[in-house]
């Protein structure tokens, strides 16, 4: 291999590199997801999900109460008065497919958007 064909390939790569480095860049805050949060199966609140919005709020239901927070483009059921604690002790969510549900409160909430997150095995748990 010849000195100028090396140089060749590593100024292809680096530029490829470039290029991703600024599409993701680019991408970074641009997402079309959105946050939908059901109260007895009827829209209780939406919303663009974005790394910019930053909401803490209470849903009280005849059933009890849940505390939400989405920051950093994270929704987290952060507490909950359910005897159980199921909702409060899932992980967060941030991809569109992901869900966060309170049976004894009746609240779900799930994000949507243009794309969707891997498909989950749930015999593995």
């Given amino acids: 291999?010849?000195?100028?064909?090396?140089?060749?390939?590593?100024?292809?790569?680096?530029?490829?590199?470039?290029?991703?480095?600024?599409?993701?860049?680019?991408?970074?805050?641009?997402?079309?997801?959105?946050?939908?949060?059901?109260?007895?199966?009827?829209?209780?609140?939406?919303?663009?999900l974005t790394k910019n919005l930053k909401e803490s709020f209470e849903i009280k239901t005849d059933y009890g109460n849940n505390y939400v927070t989405i920051e950093n483009g994270i929704v987290d059921i952060t507490e909950a008065d359910c005897p159980d604690q199921i909702c409060a002790d899932s992980k967060s969510i941030s991809l569109p497919g992901e869900s966060l549900v309170c049976l004894p409160h009746q609240v779900y909430i799930e994000i949507t958007g243009e794309k969707e997150a891997d498909d989950v095995d749930v015999t593995s748990y």
């Fill in 1 to 48: 291999m010849k000195k100028n064909d090396l140089i060749l390939i590593i100024a292809i790569i680096c530029i490829a590199g470039a290029m991703y480095g600024f599409w993701q860049y680019s991408n970074m805050n641009k997402t079309d997801y959105t946050i939908t949060i059901y109260l007895e199966n009827e829209v209780y609140y939406t919303n663009k």
